[in-house]
């Protein structure tokens, strides 16, 4: 069955509108899919002043702009929903560009980079002293704050979403509290059953 338009033409109006129908569906799944979860990044001062209002522990990337594994940080692990969903429900995520020019105040102190040059902002540049606060010496680290913005620990390299999962829980529980030799950390790292998918 078609239709005859003003301009001369004939148009098979069901066939044409079940055609849009499927585009339309399909152009909709395909947005739909395309929004995929994020984490909720900010800046440290940010997630000082919200753990006062509502107590999480911290989770701070520590990357430079030309660190092929702090990339592979971004695109692997931190683009998991699992990892997402547990970051964001449990941490406050702090971005740090461990040789930028950004200024970051802690515990009374404001940390800056003198050594910056912007010429060089995507090769090797000068180190934040942030960085050195932190004792962070290798790209990317991802350090962890306590529920008061006290530094628990850098873990550094590169994590896989089931590597970085242990260490999410083991902050996360408390789990840290417990161990006191390197002993109990492989006991918990041998019993650790990841559920993440990679």
């Known amino acids: 069955m078609g239709i005859f338009c003003k301009f ?79 970051v964001n ?33 995507n090769r090797r540049n000068g180190v934040h002293q942030f960085t050195y606060f932190l004792k962070v010496n290798a790209y990317p680290t991802i350090v962890y704050f306590d529920e008061q913005g006290k530094v628990l620990s850098p873990i550094k390299g590169y994590q896989n979403p089931q590597q970085i999962e242990l260490y999410l829980k083991l902050f996360k529980e408390d789990k840290h509290k417990e161990m006191k030799t390197q002993e109990d950390f492989n006991n918990y790292f041998t019993a650790f059953v990841p559920q993440f998918k990679n």
């Open 89 to 121: 429900k449990y941490f406050y995520a702090v971005k740090f560009n461990a040789e930028g020019n950004s200024k970051v105040t802690y515990e009374g102190k404001t940390y800056s980079n003198p050594s910056f040059k912007p010429e060089m902002v």
């Open 8 to 86: 001369g033409m004939t148009i098979a109006t069901d066939r044409i509108m079940k055609k849009f129908g499927i585009i339309m569906l399909l152009a909709m799944l395909t947005s739909v899919s395309g929004l995929a979860q994020e984490i909720k990044w900010m800046s440290l001062e940010e997630a000082l002043v919200l753990q006062k209002k509502s107590p999480k522990k911290i989770l701070m990337d520590v990357y430079t702009n030309w660190c092929g594994p702090c990339k592979m940080l971004d695109k692997n692990t931190f683009q998991n929903p699992d990892v997402v969903d547990y």
